[in-house]
Every structure is written in C-alpha cells, then in structure tokens.
C-alpha cells in the first residue's frame, strides 16, 4: 500500500493538511517489502542475541551484557527466553533496584492465577533480598491492595510493614497505607456488624504504631487518634499514647540529624561512616529503658539493610553485613535471621562468612544433613574470592561433617576421609600454590591419630604435607606431628621420637626455637647424658646459624652493607658528620701532615670585593676563608634539612610484621589505608627470619601511624597484623599492657576454642555489667590460647561476674575466672637461682642453652690445682671438662 502526498486542499481546510491518496493496486508489493523488512530485523535481533550470549560465557559478571540481552529477547517477544535471562542474571549478579521493577511490573500485567500472584510475592521477596527500595516496596504495597481476599492483604502488607515499617524517614508512608486499608473496610461495615468494634480497634492499632514509633511527621494523626480512642477507651488510655508520642519525639530529634545529612552526602566510605554513627547512637538509645518502646530492633534492622544497599561497594560493606547477621542472631525470630543471611549472601555471595553462618544455622534448627550441602555447594558454585575464603568455606563443612560422624561406624568415617580428601584436591586444583600451606590435611591428620585411632594414616597425611612447597621448612607442621607422636595410641617408642626430633630440627628454617624448645624437654624428661649432649650441641648450632641468619637479613634489610657499622656509637656517627661538613675549617694543628703547604698557599689567596659588596667596606678584599665559611653553614643548614626529613618519614613509617608468607599485597593495601592515605609500601615476602612476611608502609602524616599502632593485632585474613612505629635505632621493648593488679579486669582461662571470640565472651560476660574491652590472646598466627581478659567499667560489676562465673561450664568445660594480677617480674639484672641471665637486649626471642653446662663450671673454683705457679685461676679446659665428666 503506497501513500502520496497531494496539493494541499481548499481553503476550507487547514493551511498545512495534505490528501493522502491511497494507491490499492500496489498493495500487494508493498506488504510484501514489509515483511522482508521485519524479516531482517529478526534475523539482526537473533544474531546480536547470540553474540550476547556469547560474551556471557566469556564473562558470568558483565552486567550491562546482562541487562542488553534481557532488552534484545523482549523485542523478539520471547518470553520464555526473557524470563530464564532474568533468572541468570538473578542468580549471578545483584539486580539493581529500577531492573527488579521492571520484571516485577511486567509479570503483574501477565498474573491472572493464584500460581502467578504468588510467584510475584515471591519475586517482591527476592528483591528485597538484593536492596531496601522504596519503590519496590511502595510497588509491593500497592500491588497488595489489588488482591480480593483482606486476610491475604493484610498478610503482604505485614511483610512490607516488618521491612520497612521502622524507617524514621519513610515508614509513615507505608503506615498511611495500612490504615487508609483498616479504614476503608470499617467504612464498609455497619454498627450492627460483629466485627465492627474489632476493625475499628485495628484502625487504632495503626495509629497508635504511627505515633509511638520516631517516624518522620507522625503528629499529624495525633487527633484523629484522640477522638477514635475516646470512643473505645476513656481519657487514660490516650494519656498514655501521647507519653509514648512525647517520648518518640525526643528519640526523633536525636537521630533526625543523621538523616539530615545522610541525604546530602554522596561519597560511599563517607556515608558508611555516617551509618556506622547513627548505628552506634541508635544502640546506645536502646539501652536507655526511657525509649523501651520506640522499637529500636527495628530501627536497626533498617538502618543496617539501607546501610548495606548504599554502602555495598564501600570496603567495609563486609563489615557491616556481618554487624547486621550477628545482630539479627541476637534479636530476631528464625525467619528474620533466615531472610538476613539470605541478604547477606546475595549482596556479598564471594565471602565464605555469610555462607559459614548459614550452615551453621542450620545446624542449629537440626536440619538435614543434605540441605546443609546444598548450602555448601550452593556457595561454592559462585567461587570464592580468595584462597583463604575458600579454605574457610570447605573448613566449615569439614567441622560440620565430623560432627555428623560417628567413629565407631566404619562407612561414616571413610565417607568423612573422602570428604577431607576431596577438600585437599579441590583446593589444589583450584587455587595451585597457594594451597600448599593448608589447614585442611592438619585437621584430618589431627582426627586420624585422636578420633579414628589410625596412627599410620595420619603420618603418611604429614609426609604429603611435607612434599608441596616450603611446609617441610615450617615449625608449625613439626611441632604438629610431633605432638601427636608423642599422644598417639600405641605411643611411639623412644628412638623413633628422637629422630623425629632430630629430623625436625634439620629441616625447619623458619622458627627453629620451637623445635628446640621441645626436644630440649622431651630430652630432659627421658634422654642420657649422651643423647643430652647430642641435642645441645645440634641445637646449639642451629640457633646460631639461624641467628647469623636473621642478623644478615635484617642488615641488608636497614641497610647495613658492613656489620661494623653497628658497633659504631651515634656519637662517633654524628662527630663524621660534623667533621665531614667543616672541611677548610681545621685549625693548623689538626691538619694531616704534607697539607700545611697548600692549606697555607690556599689561605694566602685574596679577591677583589665586588661593587654590590661595598656594605662590608669599599676596597677591601676577603679572603675564601670566609666564601667557606658561608658554603659552610649553607652546607649545615641543608645537612639539618636532610635530617628533617628522614625523622619525618620515619614517624610517617609504619613497621607491619607477623603477615602471612604469602602475603596479598592487595588486601594488604586496602586494610592499611583504613588508616590513612599511603605515600608507598614496600612489602618483603617470606621473610622466615620473622617468620612471615613483613611490610614497611609510609603514610602521608605521622598521624595515620598513630591512628594505626591504636588497631595493634588487627587480624587480616585471621592472622593478627603487628603493628609498630618504624624506627632505625634499637629500643629496649615494653609491654603494652598493665603489669599490675587490675581490679576492673578478669582474667579467664581453659576456654573452648569455639568461644574465643569477641562476640562469644561477650554473650556470657555482658550480662554482669558494661564491658570495656574484651581481649583474646592468641598465638602469632591468629590462634587463640584458650586466654581471654574481661575489662569492666568498674570494679563492683567485675566482681558480680567473678562470683556468677568462675567455675561456668561453656561448651563442656569448666572455665577458671580470677581479678587481673599478673605475676611481677624479676629484675632483669638478678638472675633466677641454677639459670643463667636472660637476655633484656630485646630482638627476636632467644633459647637458652648454657643450662646444660654443669654448675660447677659456672662457679668460681676455690681449688688453686689448676692455677699457675703464682695461684692465679684460669679456666677450665676441655680436657679438665673431660675428667669432670668421666670423674677421674
């Protein structure tokens, strides 16, 4: 069908209308163009469709690729093809808040069954699940009040009331709602109907929620409230809603300013802050019982899911996400906790932690053994996004599958070794070197020699152990399996344990004290005299090897090239330097000789005084004395400038040690500059001298470094950061924590391992009293002792909890609990009877071996048989050490 534009028409009709004339008898051709037309942008929609998918299996978390084929399979109207497009995108990525709409919108136009409506409750609770959206949950509401049934839409308004319901911003709204609701169905009803009287108490319920809860603009129904109260209840009752008003009122003004600013701020680690402030205020009103009913709960819950959908791309959004499931944890129902962790998973899916509490929660309402899989598989299938969040993640199921297991039930426990051993291999296979130093294998060998009773299994577990990588060179595998050989049924015989100890002190590279320590015991405790010499002769020697070791590291490391320079005093360094700076100026005695000629020759020269001079005297002439002179204090002054700045990069220098060997300089990085802005940071991997890696972080001001030392043992990864002020100069080490009687403070012991845990102690010990602080102690690599110390914000609450738990059975152990009172120290210049001194130099801990010398060479001889002819005494020799020993 063509169309042709004619002459424009009589005046009787517009200036500007043209006649259109439809010519039929070319109708058919044009069809037929049209259809070869749409022919073509079908075939262009199908090939752009399949080179997005594509590009999507080139990469699972392109969004936008996402989002374009989703568009593309609309306009072919494939609505199949479109839906599982959404789904893909669902269960990879966070959709963001306007693309849940546009599902949501698009299947209501489509929902004409029951099995439609509840597929979209289900869809509006997922995408709560991803972000707190107002217009997704004003979508919900409205989308509610389309449904016939009232009990049914009472039920979607209560899931966006306990969403949203608390928002101090905008939680009146949906309040409005609920009541315009209630209002409209006692408008329907008459007086004489039997639930008349009932409906208009629920209509006063919603107002009276409105008005006791810090909501944004809640006076406005204070009124209406008063009048419908009056006819329900006497003036008694509406007294007391107005208190519960005035109270929330004064809870408003104290957190109105937080949403104040919360709307202007843009920057997401800025508006994290704000967050964690206004969380921090709303906490402490909940522990004022003057805003008792103010919900604080809720508040909350709602800050911490905005927090969490604004702040998501924050580097402390897994801070916060974890804040909001422990809180959940502590104050909700299991459907509450169940729906948190489910957000939590979704908006952080690549951190084993959320998928970890998960499980365990499980766990906790006795689940089946394979729904707890299916969450374990569920949070392996989207790829952790590092080793050690793997590892963490397979950890867990191992724990929760030995706890399944019963020992005596042969199936049972080869099914746990084929769980253990597929973790291994997984890991391996996954993440290749990193996953040589694993927690898994140490784990099953620890439960072959103490559960499952199979000594043999377990040694050939630590030999594979000792094939990847630099684990033959580690302390921690050794102390491990030496351990175990000496606690393992049938116990080890005598000389096989020896030469494990002394294959293990042949090996290990990165802390051999330990080893030292513990054969020099198992030595003590059962060996000969000549085993005893043996071990402190090998172990003698490893030490020193070590030490020379650590020393040449450390030199290379400040950048000592010489070990001579380190005897030399800062006096002696800064009279150089002086020395070196006032050269021209000796006096004639203190010249080398052979110099005095051209010294004197240089002196005697003179120069004319230029005209620009003539302040200092017309005609005169000055001698290059005093041009050195002036080249002199210009040399000093920018000597002294020199020096400044090296003292202040110093104090902007942060020391950081104790970090993995294989350390992730870029989780390093994000970690530190938590406090303060970086200028460089130099890292040295592997340092076994340490015994990990080590880290010289330079800050732009010395305050980030002060800021910094205050976060001391900050864990990264579960191993805890020593952090220190970077300084060239040896300094005699002090103890950062009070060595004296702590009345406030309990010291608790023989802990579970399970609760030493901030949050653990916390739970028992905060029921007695304000904590001021909570401290694990642990060992060097983040685990903890079993050690903990409880500090009150006064005495009388200490003492309550010493008395309510001293003797409190937590996990099946009786925990021992005592008032702080560390032991005093010796003085460091008297030494302990039948022991040498130990060193108080400071430096990297030292095993004394000297006690192995008998004490009659450590006393004074009275006897002048071995002295000289004129009675002087000299030391003994090793032949008289011979004759001492063979008492001859």
Known sequence: MAIVEDEVRNGSEG???????????????DSDDSDDDDDDEVEDAMEKVNELERRIEEDHYNYDDHISLIQALWRLSDLDRWRAAFDRLQNTLVLRPEHWLLRIQ?????????EAQAEIVNLFKLATLDCYSISILSEWYSWSLS?????????????????????????????DARYEMEKAQLEAMSEDDSEYETQKKRVLWCLEEILSRPLIRGEEVLQTMEELALQLYDQEYVDKIKKNHEVAVEYLQKISGFEDKLLVIEDVEEKYKMYQEYIDTVKDLAQNEKYSECDSNGILKVLYDRATTECLTSSQSHDLLLAYARHVQRTSSRDTIHRVLDSCTRRCPRKSTFWVLKMQQAEHENKEFDEVKTIFETALSKGMDSYKQAESLWLSYCEYTRRKTAFDNEPEVEKLRSTFRLAWDSLAEAWGDEANDCEIPLFWARLEYKRMKDPKQGKEIFEEIFKYGENKTLSKYWEALIHLEKCREPPANERRLRELHRRALRSVTDYPPTLVRLWTDFERDIGELQTMLECSELCQAKVKEWRDNYQAMKEKMTGQKQKGKQAQNKKGKIDKRKQTNAQGKRKSGETPEGSDVKRKREGDMEVEVSEGNKDRGSGTKRRHDDEDEGDNKRQRKESTSETNRFGTREACTLFVSNLEFKVDEKILREKLSEFGKIVSMRVRAGVKAFGGSICYCQYETPESVDEAVKHDRVPLNGRPMFLSRYTATKNTPTFKYPTDVERNKLFVKNLPFSHCTKEALTEIFDKHGALKDVRVVTFKDGKPKGLAYIEYEDEASATTALDKTNGLLVADRKIDVAISAPPPKKDAGQASLGLPKRDTGGGMRRTQLSSFIPSVLLKASTSNSNGSANGDKRPLSNHDFKNLLLKK
């Open 147 to 175: 449904i016939n049934d009232v009990t049914e839409v009472r039920g979607q308004l209560e899931e966006v009331l306990r969403r949203a319901g608390a928002d101090p911003l905008s939680g009146k709204a949906f309040w």
């Open 106 to 114: 698009t299947e209501e136009s489509l929902a004409h069954t029951s």
């Open 15 to 29: 200036e500007d209308e043209i006649e259109v004339v439809v010519e039929e008898e070319d109708g058919d051709q």
